[in-house]
């Protein structure tokens, strides 16, 4: 059974720092690529950051030069490091895992919050 657990958010003052995590199991985690995706109330899900099975990264235009991506496929994790945060990247952020050219094998995290607020 494949599962990818969400862990590190929480509530962050504007400016602040955070780290969200993904443990990955069921599959096989190097030959996956990897993606962070948030939605906030009322807008659609949007690609925040995604990281190849060959390391190779790609950030949304929203939270370039602000947010890292980073795996290590020996624990099967995959983490999100985010700076200089603002009330607008208040969202659900998901992990998500998936074959490139392979739709089957495209799977979901429950997500979890981050709020940005003083």
């Known amino acids: 059974q494949v599962q990818l657990v969400e862990s590190g958010g929480g509530l962050v003052q504007p400016g602040g720092s955070l780290r969200v995590s993904c443990a990955a199991s069921?599959?096989?985690?190097?030959?996956?690529?990897m993606g962070w995706y948030r939605q906030a109330p009322g807008k659609q899900r949007e690609l925040v950051a995604a990281?190849?099975?060959?390391?190779?990264?790609n950030y949304g235009d929203s939270v370039k030069g602000r947010i890292t991506i980073s795996r290590d496929n020996a624990k099967k994790m995959v983490y999100l490091q985010m700076y200089s945060l603002k009330p607008e990247d208040t969202a659900v952020y998901y992990c998500n895992a998936r074959r490139e050219r392979l739709p089957d094998y495209d799977y979901w995290g429950q997500g979890t919050q981050v709020t940005v607020s003083s």
């Open positions: 990281i190849t099975r060959g390391g190779s990264t």
């Open positions: 069921g599959i096989i985690f190097s030959i996956f690529d």
